[in-house]
């Protein structure tokens, strides 16, 4: 019965020792007599008990690698107080498990050296401008050193950059001043097209009103060279009017009658004026004659006409 419980305890730890399973995601390093035999897949595995062992045991997920914060020096020389967080994963379990005795440190400290490096060659505005490109060289320099511990760096990425409280005020003065210089400059500019405006408006207004004045002109001579057009059209019909009744039979008469009433209306003008002292002719047949003469002139233009 003794002999059985042995066997049975025997055997347990056979089948414990040689059937190993590996969880999803995971990697196990087998050593067989103290050298590497092999890795591990997921799933179910047979090992030759007391022959082989696991020696290491890997994760194969990305993991999240909290760097310590650290003091970095800008090409300007000034202080920085950097933090960030690497993102890595396991690709090759054997490299991992004999290329360096503890690769997260190895990791930690050359993202370390890396970001000072890099940081070192910016200056101090540079570095919250450029972020990314700070990131990208971080992981170009791990990643190309960490092959030969079996980790492939995914990415890394600066969790604060903190200058001194003295940078920090220099800073905040610099921005507010930078502020006040753009208020400054909108508002000038803003009265500088205030009077831009107020310019053009009143030049255009000058224009308009100096063109209206100009059309009111150009109208009024045309009106004025309408009303003259019209009296010289009228006066002349005016007159063929009168040399076609002179022609007519009796005509003559009527011009002579005419003449007389108004050489008689033109003495009696004078005469009613007290300011006027009037002359009269010695011979009242003076005015027969001017009647004459004047029938004359008649006569005269009816045969040049």
């Not at 090759?92 to 070192?120: C, E, F, H, K, W």
């Not at 921005?175 to 408006?201: D, V």
């Not at 002719?281 to 233009?301: D, G, Y």
Request: aromatic fraction near 6%.
């Amino acid at each position: 019965m003794e002999i059985a419980l042995v066997i049975f305890v025997i055997a347990v730890i056979f089948i414990s020792r040689s059937i190993k399973v590996v969880p999803q995601q995971n990697a196990w390093v087998v050593e067989r007599l103290g050298k590497y035999h092999a890795a591990l897949a997921p799933g179910l595995n047979f090992l030759m008990p007391f022959v082989d062992r696991v020696a290491y045991k890997h994760s194969l997920k990305e993991i999240p690698l909290d760097v310590p914060s650290q003091v970095c020096i800008t090409r300007d020389n000034t202080q920085l107080q950097v933090d960030g967080i690497l993102y890595f994963q396991v690709t090759d379990p054997m490299r991992a498990s004999y290329g360096s005795s503890n690769y997260i440190m190895a990791v930690t400290q050359l993202a370390q050296t890396s970001l000072r490096s890099v940081i070192g060659k910016l200056e101090l505005d540079k570095t919250f401008e450029e972020r990314d490109i700070i990131n990208a060289q971080v992981v170009a320099a791990i990643d190309e050193a960490a092959l030969n511990w079996g980790v492939k760096v995914l990415r890394y990425e600066i969790k604060d950059l903190t200058p001194p409280k003295e940078i920090l005020h220099a800073m905040q003065q610099q921005i507010t001043a930078e502020r006040e210089k753009r208020a400054l400059i909108a508002a000038s500019e803003g009265r500088r097209q205030e009077q831009i405006n107020i310019a053009t408006g009143e030049r255009e207004a000058f224009i308009a009103r100096s063109e209206g004045e100009k059309q009111a002109a150009i109208n009024n001579a045309q009106g004025e060279a309408g009303a003259i057009t019209a009296v010289a059209e009228a006066t002349a019909q005016a007159i063929e009017r009168i040399a076609a009744a002179i022609r007519q039979p009796g005509g003559e008469q009527a011009v002579q009658l005419k003449v007389a009433e108004k050489a008689v209306e033109a003495y009696s003008k004078v005469a009613n004026d007290s300011t006027t002292t009037l002359i009269v002719p010695s011979n009242m047949t003076e005015v027969s004659t001017l009647i004459s003469s004047a029938m004359k002139m008649l006569q005269t233009s009816k045969t040049s006409a």
